[in-house]
């Protein structure tokens, strides 16, 4: 394939970085536990942004390697330290149940929210280092490949479960703490 190939992934490419960028950033930020009070809904709008890229990536044609095969990307990213964290900072929250398979199996099955978050920055860099590295297509074409078939279903599970714990905390709420806050967010300031 000529170097025209490498031109025509490389704007794709940097936009899929910046979002591979910002989602590392907010698991970081979560991982971090300074701020435990705002991690659902900033994992919930960074799973979302990158559900909508991988989107994008599903929809695109075919990416095709320049290569037969695969430049060594070198070792993969030690994700453990983050996972661990965001085991410890989700506690009871961190497991759910999901379908297997929703088309074909409907088997009910177990899944893991820090699991599925560290799986998806996982496959996230793998591309990210053939994107650093110089090689878009290369790196396109591994997120495109990697979102279909694996942390594309596995950011899906991911929202889901975020929403529905977000849905949860804002709305199964004691009426009375709700009118309260309400009126205290109602009552002038000193």
Do not use: K, N
Request: charged share 25%; glycine share 8%; net charge negative.
């Amino acid at each position: 394939m000529s170097d025209v190939a490498e031109q025509d992934w490389g704007p794709s490419a940097r936009e899929m970085q910046d979002e591979v960028s910002a989602y590392f950033l907010s698991l970081e930020e979560v991982a971090s536990g300074d701020a435990a009070e705002s991690a659902l809904p900033l994992l919930l709008l960074s799973v979302g942004q990158l559900c909508s890229a991988g989107a994008r990536l599903g929809a695109l044609v075919d990416v095709v390697p320049t290569e037969r095969f695969e430049p060594d990307a070198g070792p993969d990213a030690d994700l453990e330290r983050i996972r661990e964290a965001l085991r410890e900072l989700l506690g009871g929250l961190d497991a759910y149940v999901d379908l297997e398979d929703p088309v074909l199996t409907g088997e009910v099955t177990g899944g893991s929210l820090s699991d599925d978050l560290v799986a998806v920055a996982a496959d996230l860099s793998h591309g990210q280092v053939h994107s650093l590295a110089g090689r878009p297509t290369e790196a396109m074409w591994w997120w495109q490949f990697s979102y279909l078939s694996s942390w594309g279903e596995r950011a899906a599970s991911a929202l889901r479960v975020l929403h529905t714990l977000l849905a949860h905390v804002r709305l199964d709420a004691d009426d009375e703490q709700v009118m309260e806050a309400q009126l205290a967010a109602l009552a002038p300031r000193p």
